[in-house]
């Protein structure tokens, strides 16, 4: 059995310290790449959501990076089991902000049933769950089509070789291809544009409130930074006076 290949690390933008880029200017000091994370949406919708499930998300979460109308269009978009009526009947509605994300499969023995044995992960926590994070998703996704090295055998035609994967033998064919999806903005669609987007996407779903605690840990440490020399002139001139202050006894009491 061939041994995977570990995924390098790439410069995400998400990943740098205290979400600064390489470059001074106010212009650069953000967190997620939501002009990516709306993309890498997009590029899940239609690529990967009738495979991949996203357990953890519910409509409203996308409210994020999309407008409250965008958000109600795409859950109208999706019927979800109603409540029963007065005679126990199960119907469909339209599904609201508060509802789940769909999932593709009504439960996990169609989803292997119907991928061959095996079901697809929930993506949740894809970045958070594998080791290499979002360097390996796109390391992954970027690398079918790769020779195969001499010496090793296919194991069958229902398998993909890929280096990354544990074993570099998946069941997924291959997901993504040149201009496969028409991006709202008018961003060419490479297979290397579509992986670093849903790639962006998937991280800020295993970390939605990502760039709120960062902010309220910068807001906390610069407040900290400006109380910081008060309080010690304070330790030095009143504080100290009090805690060393020296008591002189003598015969008729204290001096």
Known sequence: MAEELHAPRLPWLHKTALHYSLYWRPQ???????????????????????????????????????????????????????????????GERPAVLLDKLPKPYRNAQEAKFSNGGAAPPDLSLITKGRDGGENYVYHLLTSYGRPIP?????????????????????????????????????????????????????????????????????KTASTAVLIFPFAYYWYRTRYNLVKFRRMRLSKHGAL
């Open 150 to 218: 001499e010496g090793i055998a296919s194991p069958g035609d229902t398998l993909a070789w890929n280096p990354y994967f544990s074993g570099c033998w998946i069941g997924m064919p291959k997901p993504l291809s040149e201009e496969m999806v028409e991006y709202d903005d008018g961003t060419p669609a490479s297979v290397a544009q579509m992986s670093k987007d849903v790639c962006c996407f998937l991280a800020w779903c295993a970390e939605p409130w990502m760039d709120e605690r960062k902010y309220n840990f910068i």
């Open 28 to 90: 650069y000091i953000h967190g997620h790449d939501w002009g990516s994370i709306r993309r890498g949406r997009q590029v899940y919708t239609e690529v990967f959501a009738p495979c991949h499930s996203l357990d953890m998300l519910s409509f409203r979460h996308l409210q994020e990076f999309m407008t409250i109308e965008e958000v109600k269009e795409l859950a109208a978009s999706y019927d979800v089991p109603a409540d029963p009526d007065s005679e126990g009947n199960v």
